[in-house]
Structure formats: structure tokens, C-alpha cells
């Protein structure tokens, strides 16, 4: 079985700035995926900002494609669980951080991110994909 990608938002504009040919490879392989969270905070930004007409569409585009993974009961478990284990570690990331790692977790995906946040994750696997 082929590894499956799960893409941060900063993945997301690498994808759409096509920065990163590994990254291309494996969304034309259809192993990528997005954190219904991250689709979220995309929508979010295209709400929340004015961008030029075809770039607003670019990103609407790709948010039909990418199939989007949805937060149920076996990442909210994973998610208490985690975010326990992070407190008794003094550890903590930012909500929507955390609700992305344990989506990826859950779904045994790689996260694709930038962020380094994530490398404090026991157990996540993280790439650049740059």
C-alpha cells in the first residue's frame, strides 16, 4: 500500500503555487488528502480575504478535488487521548494544530507541513515536501 499524504495549509499553497514536484506527484497519484479542519481554515481565508478572481478560484478548485477526511468519533478519541498526553508532557500546540495531528494519527496519514509544531507529536509523521 502506497503511502497517503494529509496536507497542512502551508502544503495546500505549495500545491497550488506548484513549489514542490514531489508534492505534484502525489496529488496526480491521488494520495493526498485534506483535515476537514484544514479545509475549514481554508475557507476561512478565502472568506475573510479579497483575492484576485482566479486565484479565489484555483483555491475553490482544489478544495473539490482533494478529498476531504471527516473529523469523527475514532479522531475525537484520538484527540483526548493526545491532547492528555501533551499536558502531561508540558507540552501544547494550538487547537486547530492539535485537531489536525490527531486527524492524521487517526487516519495513519503522513502529515505534510512546514511547521515545525508538529515535530513535538509523538508518534505523527511529518514531511516538507519540498
Not at 487521548?81 to 508540558?90: E, F, I, K, P
Not at 489536525?100 to 509544531?117: C, G, M, N, P, Y
Request: aromatic share 6%; with cysteine.
Amino acid at each position: 500500500m502506497k503511502q497517503r499524504f494529509m496536507l497542512d495549509t502551508n502544503a495546500v499553497r505549495l500545491l497550488l503555487e506548484r513549489r514542490s514536484p514531489q508534492l505534484d506527484q502525489w496529488f496526480v497519484e491521488e494520495r493526498c488528502s485534506l483535515s476537514a479542519i484544514v479545509a475549514a481554515e481554508i475557507r476561512f481565508g478565502l472568506a475573510r480575504r479579497r483575492l484576485p478572481e482566479a486565484r479565489a478560484a484555483l483555491v475553490r478548485d482544489l478544495l473539490e478535488v482533494l478529498p476531504v477526511e471527516a473529523f469523527d468519533e475514532q479522531v475525537a478519541k484520538i484527540y483526548g487521548q493526545l491532547r492528555a498526553d501533551l499536558q502531561r508532557l508540558g507540552s501544547t500546540l494550538a487547537a486547530m494544530d492539535l485537531l489536525i495531528a490527531s486527524q492524521a494519527l487517526a487516519l495513519e496519514r503522513t502529515l505534510v507541513t512546514h511547521d515545525q509544531v508538529f515535530a513535538n507529536v509523538p508518534g505523527l509523521l511529518c514531511c516538507s515536501a519540498c
